[in-house]
């Protein structure tokens, strides 16, 4: 049970765009080999005061992964079960009745929970938007 941090990710990345209004940014990792159950890959960094009202994820996986995709603090905050498959397309997220606001800066991940043993290589892709208020 690995965790793999995608450069949108990493330390002293911040998303470009104004503090204020919608900021978009989209992280992807490359998986080497075959995914496994168990695996926390962070995908891009929220800063703290952000508000997420969009997050999708995709992959060019030839398998099936089922993925969970949430934060530090809870693992399926935006989507508790969703399937990439190489023919699917695009998972939507739920973004929660009450919207969630970051009190501290936080990562969006994805964490495989099944995956067919068929999942060799390929990427996935997550693109969150969030909106910013001015603090």
Known sequence: MATYTADEAQSGIQPKGL?????AVTGFYSIVGSSSIGTTIQMVKVP???TPVLIQVANTSGGDNT?????????ARYRAEGT???G??????TIP???????????IDILI???SATTLGGAVYLTAIFSMDIH
């Open 67 to 75: 993925i969970q995709v949430g934060d530090g603090n809870d693992v």
């Open 88 to 93: 699917q397309g695009v998972v939507i997220c």
């Open 48 to 50: 703290k005061g952000a």
């Open 97 to 107: 009745a009450a919207p969630y606001t970051y009190s501290v800066d936080d990562t």
């Open 19 to 23: 503090r204020v209004g919608l900021v």
């Open 113 to 115: 929970s099944r995956a």
């Open 84 to 86: 990439l498959s190489s």
